[in-house]
């Protein structure tokens, strides 16, 4: 680690910390927040000329205390006049972000685009923000170590930085603290940071969040990702050969669209990843034998996450390849059929409820003064208040848009919302891209720092067939009612 101090146009900042381990470029997003000049527009005058993104900083020369001379434009921001209209440039920058209905994109500081992906479809969760808000510096419990303390701190500040701001932000620290928590993500090759599994991303991230965002001293241990994320699983695990059966349940945060020659549709590929062949130790028989494993879920969460499974081990290669089969989703996607009879039985007073309610925004307005009493008692919401595993809100209805007394229940159903996608050929190369649904329903395609307006229409096309990018992770949430 260098500190040097660097000078542009009239001013001097000293103790600017370069980090020789990282390219140049990640230097020049420290000068950017610094400056307000963007990395394209940086001049950094160094021996031999001028400082470029990917040099070698054993080569450039630079040493201790020296002094380095930018030059470069910054972002101007036009004054508003004394009178007349005002425009959009010149509103406060939080009212900026609110009047471009999206937020910012994400610098890439040297293949982090499985990062940026990963934060842009979770940083689009509200109900996880809120938690994030709540939790503070100081509130770190005795059993959460200082690494997930530090990474929940980052990831909070990264979210408000994220709905703050206009411009791209450098998420430097959020980098820092993750590689510090979960060091396989500081591999390098030949000096440069690799590019790594956006999957294994989120997960490292959600069970980080998991740990801290829990409610300490009450007499629940409110576990907030998994209410919002959890899936229980019922399993049935049975020995043709023995006839021995067992059952279990578990937990995950996400639901496994396995892909095969016989899958075309999403649908297809999760009741293919609910059922597994295992072998183990067979008490009756005294030796390993073959059993067969099938899942039924038993608990729906709020947001409904799914792999494509797309990625295996290829030994002669020694790396992870792609399957690159086109595998259909739906931006409507039901899952009662994969669903334990309990829950189903659970499931099915809200879906006729959900049914009802969808037959009138559809003009059925004969019946509307004969319902009007039911209109009151019954009104559809977003997946608000904690889900237990009977798919109903574990939080009586003091929520907004939910009548008082009343609860949050899910039907099965749920919308698609966010889309993580790979292009390339191994999970660890290739790009990763967010393609996230905003607020005002429009969906904005986060390509590192350049966030594109998408159509809906188009979002469903990232299905594979190619090499373009394809969905590698879906995020669904939930569509439920008050009852």
């Known amino acids: 680690m260098l500190t040097v101090s660097v000078k542009w146009q009239k001013e001097v900042f000293?103790?600017?910390?370069?980090?020789?381990?990282?390219?140049?470029?990640?230097?020049?997003?420290?000068?950017?927040?610094?400056?307000?000049?963007?990395?394209?527009?940086?001049?950094?005058?160094?021996?031999?000329?001028?400082?470029?993104?990917?040099?070698?900083?054993?080569?450039?020369?630079?040493?201790?205390?020296?002094?380095?001379?930018?030059?470069?434009?910054?972002?101007?921001?036009?004054?508003?006049?004394?009178k007349g209209p005002v425009f959009m440039e010149d509103l406060p920058e939080e009212e900026?972000?609110?009047?471009?209905?999206?937020?910012?994109?994400?610098?890439?500081?040297?293949?982090?685009?499985?990062?940026?992906?990963?934060?842009?479809?979770?940083?689009?969760?509200?109900?996880?923000?809120?938690?994030?808000v709540k939790y503070s510096h100081s509130g770190r419990s005795n059993d959460l170590d200082q690494t997930s303390h530090m990474l929940t701190v980052a990831t909070r500040d990264l979210f408000n930085e994220l709905d703050k701001s206009v411009k791209p932000v450098a998420p430097m620290q959020f980098w820092m603290v993750l590689r510090k928590?979960?060091?396989q993500f500081s591999q390098l090759h030949n000096g440069v940071f690799m590019q790594q599994d956006a999957e294994e991303c989120w997960t490292q991230l959600l069970y980080t969040l998991s740990q801290s965002l829990r409610s300490p001293g009450s007499s629940v241990n409110v576990d907030t990702v998994k209410d919002l994320f959890g899936i229980e699983l019922a399993s049935r695990i049975h020995c043709q050969e023995s006839g021995e059966e067992s059952s279990e349940t578990e937990s995950t945060y996400s639901l496994k669209c396995h892909i095969s020659q016989e899958?075309?549709?999403?649908?297809?590929?999760?009741?293919?990843?609910?059922?597994?062949?295992?072998?183990?130790?067979?008490?009756?028989?005294?030796?390993?034998?073959?059993?067969f494993k099938e899942s039924r879920i038993n608990g729906l969460p709020r947001y409904l996450t799914i792999q494509?499974?797309?990625?295996?081990?290829?030994?002669?290669?020694?790396?992870?390849?792609?399957?690159?089969?086109?595998?259909?989703?739906?931006?409507?996607?039901?899952?009662?059929?994969?669903?334990?009879?309990?829950?189903?039985?659970?499931?099915?007073?809200?879906?006729?409820?959900?049914?009802?309610?969808?037959?009138k925004k559809l003009g059925l307005k004969a019946n509307e003064k004969s319902s009007s009493s039911k209109d009151g008692d019954v009104k559809m919401t977003d997946a608000e208040g904690s889900s237990n595993a009977g798919g109903e809100s574990s939080v009586a209805a003091s929520q907004e848009g939910v009548p008082a007394g009343k609860e949050t229940c899910l039907t099965g159903i749920y919308d698609l919302v966010a889309v993580l996608t790979h292009k390339g050929r191994s999970a660890d190369s290739g790009h990763y891209v967010a393609w996230v649904k905003q607020e005002n329903g429009k969906w904005i395609e986060f390509d590192d720092d350049n966030p594109i307006p998408q159509r809906e229409e188009d979002i469903v096309k990232l299905s594979g067939g190619g090499d373009w990018h394809m969905a590698y992770i879906c995020m669904y949430k939930a569509r439920t009612v008050s009852m």
């Open 96 to 132: 900026q972000v609110a009047s471009l209905g999206h937020s910012a994109g994400l610098f890439n500081l040297g293949n982090t685009c499985y990062m940026n992906s990963t934060v842009q479809c979770l940083h689009s969760v509200p109900e996880l923000k809120s938690s994030l």
């Open 181 to 183: 928590k979960y060091p």
């Open 263 to 291: 899958v075309n549709h999403l649908h297809e590929g999760l009741k293919h990843g609910l059922k597994s062949e295992l072998e183990k130790a067979s008490p009756a028989l005294g030796r390993s034998a073959i059993y």
């Open 14 to 82: 000293k103790s600017v910390e370069i980090d020789t381990s990282q390219p140049p470029y990640v230097f020049k997003c420290q000068l950017y927040d610094l400056t307000g000049v963007p990395p394209e527009r940086q001049k950094i005058m160094v021996k031999g000329g001028l400082l470029k993104d990917d040099a070698d900083w054993s080569t450039v020369g630079v040493k201790q205390g020296q002094k380095l001379m930018m030059m470069g434009t910054a972002d101007e921001v036009v004054k508003a006049p004394e």
């Open 308 to 359: 494509f499974v797309r990625f295996f081990w290829k030994r002669e290669s020694n790396q992870k390849a792609k399957i690159l089969r086109k595998v259909d989703y739906p931006l409507e996607l039901d899952v009662y059929d994969l669903c334990s009879d309990e829950l189903r039985k659970q499931l099915e007073g809200p879906r006729q409820i959900l049914r009802d309610e969808e037959g």
